[in-house]
């Protein structure tokens, strides 16, 4: 695939899962990964020390859906929408043939009072793969810089 | 006439009510500002210990962390002999913080605003231009080094915690926190652990808000709901409130009915209730294998003032409160294993992390709790709450339907913060 063509196709990725989640369309947003996928929420401080310990760590797309389950039917939280900003994608060709993408984000929140903060910014280092079920991430590496996280995260970034 | 200003009207000094049947907190114990100012010389500089450090998080000499005890900033170091030092991070020139970075590694210790450098115990190693430059200026010369190291606090550590106060008259370590606390703490800490990150999560309300949550087993099943609704809840398991430190400190815990690891990790993987609409698609959440060799699964141990140590399933971590006024505090979650565990149980700890921290599908209900209190209490100072779960005392309970260890924590605050 021509270079240009891919990172087109890896864009529409990324703005799917951004609306995806951004709409509130969580129940979709597991269809987004592959079966055996990882999806890892982990701050820039543990991550550049080595340390493990995420926010959130699912390491199947089953574990996504447990996920969204729970948002919706155990967890309690006040009501709020996240709005994401994503930019300065790269793209690099893996050699097994799936693909490296990388790219800045910033989520907004905004509460039942009606402000809209910063809620948590950093970078994305995805590992894509295409199949005759279309685009979707085999790894989702979400580091974010905001260490400090406001009251609780539920939603996922 | 009666004088408008009442002489012994302290408004730090809270109104406790009397109280026929349960225990009242006025809910401007937790909006004052003056109150808040008292706690800091009170409680976070009275004669109680604070927690500041796992000694795994400080291996080798010359490391350091810093941290907070209430909101005083403090340096905890490594030093040349191995020893732990907890040192006030001011300097003792100008006042400026001495070390600026959450952790890091150094021979000595140097305020970067005049280049003061101390040594890892706090003692002044050097001042620049102390004799002037070229004839010219520098320090009087009755100036002693000696005099004017870093404020040392009293620093004790018991089976890797590592503790300070800034009190003189504070009883050791151990009698603070008493047999209950201190076997518990050992239990957990029966062998070197090793730190696996932190997790920091800001909640928007009062610090005790939270030292009332984790004292009170009676929410548990009733806003945690990720059990429940998965239908993973155990009917075999029971639990206890245990207080130590004359109330001060708390200790929940729960025990499954089995210590077989094979029935265990069954009932861990498989339980679901009949009735239960949902369950997980992926139970590898919940797989674990058993640490102890108890049947205890679940451990809240809450040490007055700061710090809760914490055995959830397979996930061990210590919880430190660091206050940020009356209206909002941080928790730094700092998750550990044990030096020893394998590759099989390193990975359980780290999939089992999903069950804790700000994002904890069992615990991210907490900040949500604190914060609705302290959004509800605004403004009626003189209105109280109504504790009377287990009967409104402060007693131990061998079940897990009960306030009175929040009542414990209360008597020993209130106690700590009356006038005189």
């Known amino acids: 695939m021509d270079s240009q063509a891919l990172y087109h196709q890896i864009s529409v990725l990324l703005s799917r899962y951004v609306h ?60 709020q929408s996240y709005r994401h900003v994503v930019s300065a994608l790269l793209v690099d060709d893996n050699e097994d043939g799936s693909y490296s993408a990388r790219s800045n984000y910033v989520v907004y929140r905004t509460r039942t009072n009606g402000v809209t903060e910063v809620y948590n910014t950093g ?17 989702k590496h979400v580091i974010f810089d905001t260490g400090r996280i406001d009251t609780l995260m539920v939603i996922p970034i | 006439m009666t004088s408008i200003v009442n002489a012994t009207t302290n408004p730090a000094v809270l109104d406790w009510p009397q109280t026929d049947e349960g225990f009242a907190v006025p809910y401007d114990v937790f909006t004052s500002p003056d109150v808040y100012a008292r706690e800091q010389e009170r409680i976070f500089r009275g ?75 706090g003692k002044l190693l050097g001042v620049p231009f102390r004799r002037g430059v070229k004839g010219k200026g520098g320090m009087p010369k009755s100036f002693d080094l000696g005099a004017h190291g870093l404020d040392v606090l009293r620093t004790e ?35 070197p652990v090793a730190v696996l990150g932190d997790q920091r999560q800001f909640m928007h309300g009062n610090w005790k808000l939270y030292a009332e949550n984790t004292r009170d087993p009676y929410h548990a099943s009733l806003l945690h709901l990720f059990h429940n609704t998965f239908g993973l809840y155990r009917a075999s398991q029971q639990g206890a409130s245990v207080m130590d430190g004359d109330g001060r400190h708390s200790l929940l815990y729960t025990r499954a009915s089995t210590t077989d690891e094979a029935v265990d990790r069954e009932i861990y993987k498989d339980s679901r209730s009949l009735n239960s609409e949902f369950r997980l698609q992926d139970p590898s959440l919940l797989a674990g294998r058993a640490d102890f060799d108890d049947d205890i699964t679940l451990v809240i141990l809450s040490i007055f003032p700061n710090v ?36 099989e149980m390193r990975a359980i700890r780290i999939k089992q992390s999903n069950l804790i921290g700000p994002a904890g599908l069992i615990s991210m209900e907490d900040g949500e709790a604190v914060e609705i209190v302290q959004k509800a209490v605004v403004r009626d100072r003189e209105r109280a709450s109504y504790i009377a779960m287990g009967g409104g005392r402060a007693e131990d309970a061998e079940h897990l339907v009960t306030e009175g260890a929040i009542i414990g924590f209360w008597e020993a605050y209130r106690q700590q913060m009356a006038a005189a």
């Open chain 2, 308 to 343: 809760i140590v914490q055995q959830i399933a397979n996930t061990l971590a210590v919880r430190q409160i660091v206050t940020h006024g009356e209206d909002g505090f941080e928790l730094v979650w700092t998750h550990f294993g044990y030096a020893d565990d394998d590759e």
């Open chain 1, 123 to 139: 970078v994305y280092e995805d590992r894509i793969v295409t199949d005759n079920e279309g685009w979707r991430f085999a790894e």
């Open chain 2, 157 to 191: 550590s018991l089976a890797g915690l590592v503790f300070a106060t800034f009190s003189d008259e504070a009883p050791p370590l151990a009698d603070y926190l008493g047999p209950t606390t201190v076997a518990a703490v050992t239990r957990i800490f029966n062998r």
């Open chain 2, 47 to 121: 004669e109680n210990w604070s927690f500041v450090a796992l000694e795994a998080e400080i291996p080798n000499s010359g490391d350091y962390k810093t941290t907070f005890i209430g909101d005083t900033p403090v340096v905890v170091t490594r030093d040349d002999e191995g020893g732990i030092n907890v040192i006030q991070n001011r300097c003792a020139h100008r006042g400026a913080l001495v070390c600026r970075e959450l952790r890091g590694n150094a021979a000595h210790l140097e305020c970067v605003y005049h280049q003061w450098a101390y040594d890892l115990k």
């Open chain 1, 20 to 79: 995806t989640i951004d709409d509130d369309e969580l129940e979709a947003w597991p269809d987004l990964f592959t079966e055996q996928c990882v999806y890892r929420v982990i701050s820039r401080e543990n991550h550049a020390r080595g340390m493990p310990v995420a926010a959130m760590y699912c390491d199947s797309r089953a574990m996504l859906i447990d996920r969204v389950v729970s948002l919706r039917h155990a967890n309690i939280y006040e009501q």
